[in-house]
T-cell receptor, first 113, second 114 residues
C-alpha cells in the first residue's frame, strides 16, 4: 500500500497570495491531521479531521482552513500569506484519529518571499 | 497550557552504546497518549514508540523502551545498542484525546558516532 502522499513537494509564493496543499491518506485511514514545522522546531498542530468533520484545531489564525473529502483526502488552504508562514507542512493519517499512531507524509516545503 | 519540554537540544552516543532522551510534559488531563517520533535528515517523521497514559507498564519496541513516570509527568526514551541509522532528531509528543490535539516538543538531535 502507498504511504501518505502530499503535493506539491515544494512551493514558492509571494506575500498576500493564497496556497492550497493536498494530502492523500493511507488506504483505510479515515483521519488526517495537518502540522506546521518551522526549521529547528517541533511540529505545531493545525487541524485534525475525522470522517470529514473537524475534530481538533490548533492556535492558528483564520487564514488557515482545511477540509476533508469523501475519499478522506484533505486540503489545507492558507490565505493572505505572510513571510512567517514559510515552513514544512506535514500531513499525517491514522485509522481513527483517537489514540492510534500517526503516519506522516514527506511534507510540502512552502517558501513565502 | 499544555507543554512538552525536551531539555537536551543535542546528544551524542557511541555506536552500540545506550542513550536516554528526556521529556517532560504538563497537563491536567487524565486521558492522553505519549509518543516518540524520529525525524531523520530526509524530514520524514516516523513513529518510534507509543505509551497509553492509563497503562503503568512501560512500552517497549525492540531496542527502544520508555520510562513513563505519570506522577512526575516524565516520559524518557532509552535506545539500546545504538546504530548509525538512529542518527536523527527525536520528538516527544502528547496527544489530548478529548481535544483531538497533539503537542510536540522542540526535539533532541541525536548523533550516533562510529
Amino acid at each position: 500500500d502507498a504511504g501518505v502522499t502530499q503535493s506539491p513537494t515544494h512551493l514558492i509564493k509571494t506575500r498576500g497570495q493564497h496556497v492550497t496543499l493536498r494530502c492523500s491518506p493511507i488506504s483505510g485511514h479515515k483521519s488526517v491531521s495537518w502540522y506546521q514545522q518551522v526549521l529547528g522546531q517541533g511540529p505545531q498542530f493545525i487541524f485534525q479531521y475525522y470522517e470529514k468533520e473537524e475534530r481538533g484545531r490548533g492556535n492558528f489564525p483564520d487564514r488557515f482552513s482545511a477540509r476533508q473529502f469523501p475519499n478522506y483526502s484533505s486540503e489545507l488552504n492558507v490565505n493572505a500569506l505572510l513571510l512567517g508562514d514559510s515552513a514544512l507542512y506535514l500531513c499525517a493519517s491514522s485509522r481513527r484519529g483517537y489514540n492510534e499512531k500517526l503516519f506522516f507524509g514527506s511534507g510540502t516545503q512552502l517558501s513565502v518571499l | 497550557a499544555q507543554t512538552v519540554t525536551q531539555s537536551q537540544p543535542e546528544m551524542s552516543v557511541q555506536e552500540a552504546e545506550t542513550v536516554t532522551l528526556s521529556c517532560t510534559y504538563d497537563t491536567s488531563e487524565n486521558n492522553y497518549y505519549l509518543f516518540w517520533y524520529k525525524q531523520p535528515p530526509s524530514r520524514q517523521m516516523i513513529l518510534v514508540i507509543r505509551q497509553e497514559a492509563y497503562k503503568q507498564q512501560n512500552a517497549t519496541e525492540n531496542r527502544f523502551s520508555v520510562n513513563f513516570q505519570k506522577a512526575a509527568k516524565s516520559f524518557s526514551l532509552k535506545i539500546s545498542d545504538s546504530q548509525l541509522g538512529d542518527t536523527a532528531m527525536y520528538f516527544c509528543a502528547w496527544y489530548n484525546t478529548n481535544a483531538g490535539k497533539s503537542t510536540f516538543g522542540d526535539g533532541t538531535t541525536l548523533t550516533v558516532k562510529p
